[in-house]
């Protein structure tokens, strides 16, 4: 089971970007899948989650109504598309994969985790 993250890169507040995850091994056994993001000096956190059969989606309350996050189940490929980013923002972005029913906002509920890739956001 793989996890691999990309998209990440350095961009100036307003715009946006857009993340990919590649996912290999049995995805018919992921229950959710999720974006989490750590800042320098700070916790890793929740930013968004998608449950991999029905397509509901949760967010962080500092990233409603600015990202999206999205499967396509052909392609075992989870998207994050982040509008109107900001400063605060910038942050290593993981993707992550767990099997059980709870836990989709806690990093401790998700067994399988992507690489990261770096968000930088110029003021």
């Known amino acids: 089971v793989q996890l691999q993250a990309s998209g990440g890169g350095l961009v100036q507040a307003g715009d946006s970007l857009r993340l990919a995850c590649a996912v290999s091994?049995?995805?018919?056994?992921?229950?959710?899948m999720g974006w989490f993001r750590q800042a320098p000096g700070k916790e890793r956190e929740f930013v968004a989650g998608?449950?991999?059969?029905?397509?509901?989606?949760y967010y962080a309350d500092s990233v409603k109504g600015r990202f999206t996050i999205s499967r396509e189940n052909a392609r075992n490929s989870v998207y994050l598309q982040m509008n109107s980013l900001k400063p605060e923002d910038t942050a290593v972005y993981y993707c992550?994969?767990?099997?059980?029913?709870?836990?989709?906002?806690?990093?401790?509920?998700?067994?399988?985790w992507g690489q990261g890739t770096l968000v930088t956001v110029s003021s």
């Open positions: 091994g049995r995805t018919s056994s992921y229950y959710d």
């Open positions: 998608i449950n991999w059969r029905s397509g509901t989606t």
């Open positions: 992550a994969g767990k099997d059980r029913a709870w836990g989709m906002t806690t990093v401790s509920a998700y067994d399988y």
